[in-house]
């Protein structure tokens, strides 16, 4: 299978700051990357789609200003949490596809202080 | 709008027992079905997905389009099958369509 990875794993960051969290496709391409983000013991809410060269489809609900998404590469896009706040606080997934199937990296957990 | 739902939000049966995790979806056109499995501290990974009509692990899902049902099944369950299930949807045709989730069944097995 295909392996996606995330980086950092995890972050402690001061409410107010901001933080990146970095998506890439390690042996595929990707034009297309999904971010999610995972309550605990919760399923998976799509956040956006991270579409390489241009802007990203927000689901609704989801703020763009505050979850900046970046898809400059065909194998890395970025989540940027702005102005950090505590609700912020999460599991934050990344996917991309090939051939058909989706692979998932192994989350960022964000904790906001 | 596309949705899944996965009624039981807790599900524990004992090691041999058959198993079935209960999904049902509403979509207006041609969904792909998937079964995803994420195990304690692991990422999510893929179990199987309806058009390949495969058994993985033990475990089978048939399409029910009158149902609009894709329910999970394995005959015999295995300690190691104690995981969260999602089941999941997307527009056919391809790895770009976003997917749609359920809220999950946590499946515990007892020896």
């Known amino acids: 299978g295909a392996v996606v990875s995330q980086h950092p794993s995890w972050v402690i960051c001061k409410s107010g700051t901001s933080v990146k969290i970095e998506c890439r496709s390690l042996d595929f391409q990707a034009t297309t990357m999904f971010w999610y983000r995972q309550f605990p013991k919760q399923s998976l809410m799509l956040m956006a789609t991270?579409?390489?060269?241009?802007?990203?489809?927000?689901e609704q609900g989801v703020e763009k200003d505050k979850f900046l998404i970046n898809h400059a590469s065909l194998t890395l896009s970025t989540l940027t949490v702005t102005s950090a706040h505590p609700e912020d606080s999460s599991f934050y997934i990344c996917?991309?596809?090939?051939?058909?199937?989706?692979?998932f990296g192994p989350g960022t957990r964000l904790t906001v202080t | 709008a596309q949705r899944v739902t996965q009624p039981e939000k807790l599900l524990s049966v004992f090691k041999g027992a058959p198993v079935e995790l209960k999904c049902n979806y509403s979509?207006?056109?041609?969904?792909?079905l998937f079964w995803y499995v994420q195990y304690s501290r692991q990422r999510l990974q893929l179990l199987l997905r309806?058009?390949s009509r495969e058994s993985i692990k033990g475990f089978t899902a048939d399409l029910n389009k009158g149902e609009t049902s894709f329910h999970l099944k394995k005959p015999f369950a295995q300690e190691e099958d104690s995981a969260m299930y999602y089941c999941a949807l997307s527009k056919s045709g391809g790895s770009n369509y976003k997917l749609t989730f359920g809220k999950g069944t946590l499946l515990t097995v007892n020896p």
């Open positions: 996917s991309g596809g090939v051939r058909g199937e989706q692979y």
């Open positions: 309806h058009i």
């Open positions: 979509y207006s056109g041609s969904p792909e």
């Open positions: 991270s579409n390489e060269g241009s802007k990203a489809t927000y």
